[in-house]
């Protein structure tokens, strides 16, 4: 790892087409807004020279256009792939939001990478969320290293923020979390504040120094050596504790010397296998600078300790009907499964597709077989479409390189496939397979838009369509009771980003109008209406008379209609007249403008006249009879309930209980989890969860988790049911 570079290589410049999986590292950087991935993926790209000291991208750009797209990339939501070449491997760096409204780009980053670098400020220490994103990791066994950031703070202490990050992240086993090296800190400045100007590495007992901009190595001195000799003595038993040769610690422990490669090869296959987790420290290089301080170990560590995508077991792959299929890891000759793990725009080419190669190779102008499925109630439809791939290309930046093949481990980006959304698989048009798809988290942050204009109107429904093809962790809903267009987002800055897409990228203006709950009507009690339609006005009059009786029934029962006429009252002909009549007044609703549910009508008499009586007559004698039923009764206003399931830390627990008592909801029982976590279960009143979503995170600092799922309608308090036929009366 970085202990074994003499010097450095060298710029290596930018990363070409892999030719073999072995020579390909997918990584992924993992950690809480503000943590410095952006910042730590630039001074990676700079150490490994794809950008040279002069400000200059290879190929005519520069560090500002790389610094302008990262950026913006990471304060609105992107993921973003930089490619850079070590010592002839190349490194997918895979850069994710920190924000909690775009965990969905950061599950595509995990799903695309073999390994995950996390990121943390020594200012700000672990945060809840990137604990759990380390949970995740551990559940798959994905390989893991830590880098510390912001060692430049006044307060930074990369002793005490490694040991945190034993606690957060060793679980039973903290000594599997133990620093590769120490920083060197430079005299103190006025302030009494030590920078770090190197590192020591703990195996070696090499200095890195990085104190001009470039890595120089020396020895240390002899009053140097004690300093790390406990940390040194640590790291050696973690490392051997780990080791796949069981005689190695009864060798260390009975005085044996273990020699350094064998140690180094050791950390390697622990680091590989996802049983030892490094940590060490970085920070961007000075302007003018080469390199920042840790970016070489870094790299060694990414190349050296990260495993290879032979190392990474395919995802489930089956038949379109689902015949399971054994795929090879990464088998460049093997048919061809590729994954779409992220989708964009482009206002010059168009659709731009992120994809990472499971087996086979993929070619420009190829025809690739396009599956998507599962997503449909997020408004996807399922598809099975064949499209020609265009130009494939490795991005930096703003510059698109266009590449002549992409092989088994590697990732690239598609342009111009139409059809296929993030998450689709890609393969053989004549072998179409299916890939199981990631775990996408639910949006429960509902948004009712409106289009602006007439003209906005007529772009909206293909606007709508491209922002949810981009993003599966968008559910687009068109609610047929309160006929309100619905995107339901993770959360107000993702709702943002949504209504700025629409905007900037599809040309749609929306206005956000206020999200309605459906509501729903039904009768407290038996009730009788008589429903008289008598006109005559020249010609042909209209004869209508009926009389029913109402009663409630059971929730979940519908409208249910009973023929109860005896002695021909009303001619056989005109009873389904009658019951359409009702069933269209009950789609109506009877106080306020809610669907009436939960009733069974039964129909006892009637007139009718020989001439007069028609078809249109009886249906309006029916919904006039079923509205003066109405008008006699108590009329119950129908909520929805939701079964609220809310996973939190046990820290959190009373906090959201009692949260959820003040949202009118019924707590139904708790159960203990694994890792310190609760689980809440409770009804809660739709009305009172719109914004549950954001409230929630404010709540338990980002660390819980919450699914609901319908359960039923329910009559609603009387005071808020008022409140809400006052403001129907008002509208109408």
Known sequence: MGDKVKEHPGAAGRARAADHPASVRNVVLVGHSGSGKTTLVEALALTAGAVNRAGRVEDGGTVSDYDDIEHRQQRSVQLSLVPVDWNGIKINILDTPGYADF???????????????????????????????????????????????????????FQEMTRVCAEAFGGDDPDAVLPLYLPLHGPQGPDG????????????????????????????????????????????????SESEDET???????GEQIDLKTLIEDLERAVARGAFFPVLAAAPAA?????????????????????????????????????????????????????????????????????????????????????GHGLADRGHED????????????????????????????????????????????????????????????PLLPLAIEAHSKADEDKLSQGLARLVAEDPTMRLEQ???????????????HADVALERLRSRYGVQVDVVPHKVSLRETFAGKSAGRGRHVKQSGGHGQFAICEIEVEP???????????????????????PSVEKGIRAQAAKGVAAGYQLVDVRVTLLDGKAHSVDSSDAAFQTAGALALREAAADAKIHLLEPVAEVSVLVGDDYVGAVMSDLSGRRGRVLGTEQTSGGRTLVKAEVPEFEIGRYAVDLRSLSHGTARFSR?????????????????EQAEKVS
């Open 479 to 493: 609610n047929q009771d309160t006929h309100q267009v619905v995107l339901w987002c993770l959360g107000e800055a």
């Open 553 to 575: 029934l059971p929730g979940g029962s519908g409208i249910e209609f009973v023929d109860k006429v005896v002695g021909g009252a009303v001619p056989r002909q005109f009873i």
């Open 248 to 254: 190695l610690m009864d060798r260390y422990l009975g």
């Open 383 to 442: 598809h099975d479409v064949d499209e020609k791939i265009g130009a494939l290309s490795t991005p930096f930046g703003k510059q698109q390189r266009p590449v002549t093949h992409v092989i088994a481990g590697d990732l690239a980006c598609v342009a111009k496939l139409g059809r296929a959304e993030t998450g689709d698989t890609l393969s053989g048009k004549d072998d179409p397979l299916l890939m199981e798809p990631w775990e996408m988290p639910d």
């Open 103 to 157: 965990v969905g780009e950061l599950r595509a980053g995990l799903r695309a990478a073999d390994a995950a670098l996390f990121v943390v400020s020594a200012s700000d220490g672990v945060d809840g969320s990137t604990r759990m994103v380390w949970e995740e990791c551990a559940a798959v066994g994905m390989p893991r290293a830590i880098v510390i950031t912001h060692l430049e703070a006044a307060r930074a202490d």
């Open 193 to 240: 504040h030590a920078p770090v100007t190197g590192l020591v590495g703990l195996l070696t007992q090499k200095l890195f120094d990085y104190s001009t901009g470039e890595r120089k190595e020396s020895e240390p001195g002899p009053d140097q050596l004690p300093d790390i000799e406990d940390a040194r003595n640590r790291l050696i038993e973690g490392i051997i």
């Open 709 to 725: 799922s319908y359960a039923r309608h329910e009559p609603m308090p009387p005071q808020i049911a008022q409140k809400i036929r």
């Open 287 to 371: 302007e003018g600078a080469r390199q920042g301080l840790g970016t070489v170990e870094l790299l060694e560590l990414v190349t050296g300790g990260f495993p290879t995508p032979f190392e990474h077991p395919t995802p489930g792959v089956t038949t379109i009907d689902g015949t399971p299929r054994d795929i090879q890891p990464c088998d460049t000759g093997g048919p061809l499964v590729a994954e779409v793990v992220k989708t964009a725009s482009d206002p010059y080419v168009g659709r731009v597709s992120l994809v990472r190669v499971f087996s086979g190779t993929l070619r420009p102008d190829e025809t690739v077989h396009v599956s």
